[in-house]
């Protein structure tokens, strides 16, 4: 792997200004609530810091990227593309910085969608791109505090703000968004977080 600053500088290079912010607003909300909930900071640190890194390649290239990397599309991604750079900046991760870890691989591919089976990590990933400082909208700073307070609360909520919003645009949901949010609710459950 690269180290951290050649991995910044490259990053720079590939996404607009706004959207380096924004990389850089999640990594320091990331890096703190690792911190909070022990998971590992350097691995949560580099998922954060590139987890967009598809993110600006444009919308009739990501077919042909997402190919030429041998990543199989499913329907609704094919339907919906800002999904495809998810799993395709997993693949551009391992490429342009040399990140070969599948805990931190996994975290970026996961972070647009959510999934049925999320670790710490992911949990955190998908989380703090929701909450970073540059987010503005209503509920985010309730949102932020729950953050530090209940981990798998505020991701719930997380889904579900994702959830209304696809359904408020008539989008096409994509089914790892229910798993991810099923998976959540049973586990709360199980553990007496959340009542029926
Ligand atoms: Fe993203
Ligand atoms: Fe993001």
């Known amino acids: 792997m690269l180290p951290y600053n050649e991995i910044k ?40 810091l590139v987890h967009d890194c598809a993110k600006d390649i444009p919308e009739d290239k990501l077919i042909y990227t997402a190919n030429k990397y041998g990543l199989e599309l499913d329907d609704v991604s094919i339907a919906e593309k800002a999904l495809i750079h998810g799993p395709l900046g997993a693949k551009l991760a391992r490429e342009y910085f040399g990140i070969e870890d599948d805990e931190i691989l996994h975290a970026i591919a996961l972070h647009t969608t959510g999934g049925k089976v999320m670790n710490k990590i992911d949990r955190i990933i998908y989380l703090s791109d929701f909450i970073e400082e540059g987010r503005k909208y209503e509920g985010v700073e309730y949102l932020r505090e729950l953050a530090f307070i209940d981990l798998n609360a505020a991701l719930l909520k997380s889904f579900e703000n994702t959830i209304d919003y696809v359904i408020s645009l008539k989008s096409l949901l994509h089914p790892n968004t229910i798993y991810a949010r099923n998976t959540l609710i049973m586990e709360m459950r199980k553990n007496g977080g959340i009542n029926k």
């Open 9 to 48: 500088d490259k990053l720079r290079s590939m996404l607009t200004p706004h959207r380096f912010n924004h990389s850089l607003g999640v990594e320091k909300i990331a890096v703190l609530l690792a911190e909070k909930y022990d998971a590992d900071v350097d691995k949560v640190r580099i998922a954060a």
